[in-house]
């Protein structure tokens, strides 16, 4: 997410489309919906979250951009093609979110079902791998409500103020492209944490890196000497 960031922040789109179309492919063949569609929404915020330089001819607009995402857009499906088996799965993964008959939703939604109860029991204190006991190996709620349910609600409270923390801080110093890139990252992150779980560790190294954001901008604000 951050190489791609960068050579659109450099205006270099031919890179940009190969290496993006290079990291959707790679995250269709997982079959991971989530963060497929985490990461196109975070590639389709980049000209929302990056200021497009107007005066000069040749460098990036958001209309070029927006091209730049049809052609990535029509090169993913042309890269498919070959691929109709994988293509195939793909589209009957995405299909069956919307009818509702995926097994995997069904089986996230019966866990979620059963948030409450557990919810009364390890609510306070939090019962860490609790899952082991009630309901099996990996059978935790998959969304970030499983921080609740593993650390209580004191860390879930941090953890949840840490994020928001984050993400003002990096949208406060927009359009610096330390504060861009980090919003970027976060607003992956934040999409993903609808359907991951306490296990998944990018959240962290998301929260690290715009931890970065406010010293960059102070440093750059500094008046010469």
Known sequence: MLLSYRLLAQHRLGLWIAFTLSILMLLLLTLSRTSSLAFLASVGAMPFLHRPDHAHPGRLTTTTYLLAILVLLVATAAALIPFSDLLGQVISRISSLLSGDDPSLQER??????????????????????????????????????????????????????????????????PHPVASSAAIVLLFVLIALTARAYVWPFVWFAMAYAAAVRPWANHNNRPAR
């Open 109 to 174: 939604r019966r866990l979620m079902g059963l948030f409450w109860k557990h919810l009364a029991a390890y609510g306070i204190f939090g019962g860490y791998l609790y899952e082991l006991n009630e309901e099996g190996k990996g059978l935790y709620v998959h969304n970030m409500l499983s921080y609740w349910l593993e650390y209580g609600l004191l860390p879930f409270a941090m953890f949840l103020l840490a994020l928001l923390a984050s993400t003002r801080t990096s949208f406060k110093h927009l």
